[in-house]
């Protein structure tokens, strides 16, 4: 099973990025679990038309109880099992406690014995990497981490914080980072910025991902832009990230890593 964990600043572009995986990897043949890890609750919504799941937070507020598997979780796009964490009610309590009892809860329903899924994808808010964001990290939900940013100096910043992060948990044996995605927003000398700051920390560039207004475009019209045309080069973007890391991960097996 390849556990993914995709972290950035919020409005960076992580839920798309992970998203356009999701689907890339459905249609490629895997089963694929999205799970968003953001009080915004919307990680999905592209896979699901534009109508989002009921979050688990939200659930566990309104009726007072634990859900079933099938009261918190829809089937997106290309069968992509969808399910948001939520978060607790605005000025009121910690959205990183949202993330433990969402992943406690999943435990307890034996979500990935039930499903076995071939791919997981946890969708997390990386401006602030406390306790409960940092959860997929050193829990071991998560065998490898994905940081989405652009050039934008608040991005870099959120990124290196992620990075410190993971850095943290190094000796022992959590979750690595696999790679850096380039989430262009086309400001001066982005490129350079990035490299540099990955090659700074020693991790590769694992896609570099245009600005384009066709990923808007769908999105407008609850779609993922794999969904609303794979061919679009854009799509291409998203479908050689999703091939180079079940390559990754087969290369990481092979030599008993994972």
Excluded: W
Aim: aromatic share 8%.
């Amino acid at each position: 099973m390849l556990k993914i964990a995709i972290y950035g600043k919020g409005g960076i572009g992580k839920s798309t990025v992970t998203s356009n995986l999701a689907a890339a990897f459905a249609t490629m043949g895997k089963k694929v679990i999205q799970i968003g890890c953001d009080p915004k609750a919307d990680s999905t919504i592209s896979l699901l038309g534009g109508v989002g799941v009921t979050p688990v937070m939200n659930y566990m507020r309104e009726y007072d109880r634990d859900p079933e598997l099938e009261e918190i979780m829809k089937i997106g796009f290309g069968g992509v099992r969808c399910i948001e964490t939520g978060g607790p009610t605005p000025g009121l309590g910690c959205a990183g406690r949202g993330i433990i009892t969402t992943f406690k809860l999943l435990d307890d329903l034996h979500l990935f014995e039930r499903e076995k899924p071939d791919v997981v994808l946890y969708d997390v808010l990386g401006d602030v990497v406390c306790g409960g964001f940092a959860v997929p990290i050193r829990e071991g939900f998560a065998g490898e981490i994905l940081i989405v940013t652009s050039g934008e100096k608040m991005a870099l910043y959120a990124a290196n914080n992620i990075y410190t992060a993971v850095k943290n948990f190094e000796d022992r044996s959590y979750a690595k980072v696999r790679g850096i995605v380039l989430n262009r927003r086309n400001v001066p000398e982005e490129e350079r910025k990035v490299r540099d700051f990955a090659e700074e920390r020693g991790i590769p560039i694992a896609a570099d991902i245009p600005r384009s207004d066709d990923i808007n475009r769908y999105e407008d019209g609850g779609k993922t832009v794999i969904e609303g045309d794979p061919t679009l080069p854009v799509s291409r973007k998203f479908y050689e990230l999703a091939e180079k890391l079940l390559e990754d991960g087969e290369k990481d097996r092979e030599e008993g890593l994972f």
